[in-house]
């Protein structure tokens, strides 16, 4: 689709305080982990609350064409979602693989090739053109060190054909994840199923988004799996069987960031149910980092609860583990009375499209003043307007286009279906977010029931 036919999505500005209780969905990182691990069990799995949004039905679709079979009701909207995996993974014969769309998911793309290693039989990648673009090679030549044999055509990208052998071989293996914390998370989800297990060392800078790794060894360990992570940069990973089990999945909170930048930027209050008092997820963070921006946070037992009228600043700050939260925080930034400078982001150039270059151009397209450095974001106060704000396919990029909104009148989000990668129905839960403030009894102030259910 070229930009010119896409939709826009006139962004609802907040005529008063967002006030709103609202429920987010499942972690996309914790259902993918989950249903990856449960296809690798020696028996069955539920997961509960498993997120139902195009990245986990790409990922239910990769087992299912590996002979996984995935009960996830009608419309992947069963409450507890049923995994069998099969005695043995399979692939197909020569000339028909078994085929693995992987869409613009990092998550599929990464960690489906070392599963795909272990079936019986080929198995053919593809995904959306931009996925032709996301760092691959790394992985892939990882995969070939542990004994894997892949076809690519030298290419280091997709498409690519993984030929399993119904085992790997596994064992040491260096490689440079300072493109991606998922070339890590991918080997050690894999690797109790190895024969000899898997010992992954980086070698190179720092490693990006270290809370996904401590949530796959976290998850790999769950899963009855042993991991070595002592020490930094080194991972061992035993051989072992894998168990299954019943995992319930935490609400995504880096998808709640939106949100909880919507209570800052209009000055009003948002809680999020269920907020995990202790948690993995990088998401997490926006507890201290809104707070650092302008925030009242308070984690209670009913959820975590973010409230602005404070004012909004600017603040320094190395995002490196939390990069996700990047385009939510930008859009603060942007609307903030003081400078931003946000580093140790330069991985972003590589997640669903170059998101520094992305929210330069889009933010200072509505007259923002936005500086692109080599390793992150300069952000500095400035008189925003109306205009289009594109996307490039990336649901964050989506999501920082209507924080923006908000506040600057006349912002038109380019495509915020893109949204869907890992939010289903956002346009609606937004729109709820807004008008659960009418909602509210006027005497008493106290919210409606009904709050909004995402
Ligand atoms: O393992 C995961 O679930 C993820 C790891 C991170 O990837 P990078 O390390 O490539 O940033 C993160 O940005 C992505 O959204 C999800
Ligand atoms: C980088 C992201 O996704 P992916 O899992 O596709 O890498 C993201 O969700 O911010």
Known sequence: MTSAEKTLWSAPSAHRPVTADVRVPGSKSATNRALLLAALGDSPSTITGGLRARDSVLMIGALRALGVEVDAGEDFDAPVWRITPPAQLRGGDAGAPAKVDVGLAGTVMRFLPPVAALAAGQVYFDGDPYARARPMGTLLQSLRDLGVRIDDGDRGTFPFLVEGAGQVAGGLVELDATASSQFISALLLAGSRYLKGVEVRHVGGPIPSQPHIDMTVEFVRAAGGTVDASEPGRWVVTPSVLRGREWSIEPDLSNAAPFLAAALVTGGTVTIPDWPAATTQAGDASRHLLREMGARVELTPAGLTVSGGAGVHGMEA?????????????????????????????????????????????????????????????????????????????????????????????????????????????????????DADGDRDPASGAPAPTGVHG
């Open 318 to 434: 190395d995002l490196r583990d939390v990069g996700e939260l990047t385009p939510t925080l930008a859009a603060v930034a942007a609307l903030a009375d003081s400078p931003s400078r946000f580093t140790g982001i330069g991985h972003l150039r590589g997640h669903e499209t170059d998101r520094l270059a992305a929210l330069a151009r889009e933010i200072n397209g509505l007259g923002g003043d936005v500086v692109e450095e080599p390793d992150g974001l300069l952000i500095r106060p400035a008189k925003m307007h109306s205009g289009v704000f594109a996307t490039y396919d990336d649901h964050r990029m989506a999501t920082a286009g209507a924080v923006l909104g908000l506040a600057v009148p006349g912002v038109e989000v380019e495509d915020i279906a893109a949204t869907g990668k890992t939010l289903p129905d956002f346009p609606a839960m937004w729109a709820a977010m807004l």
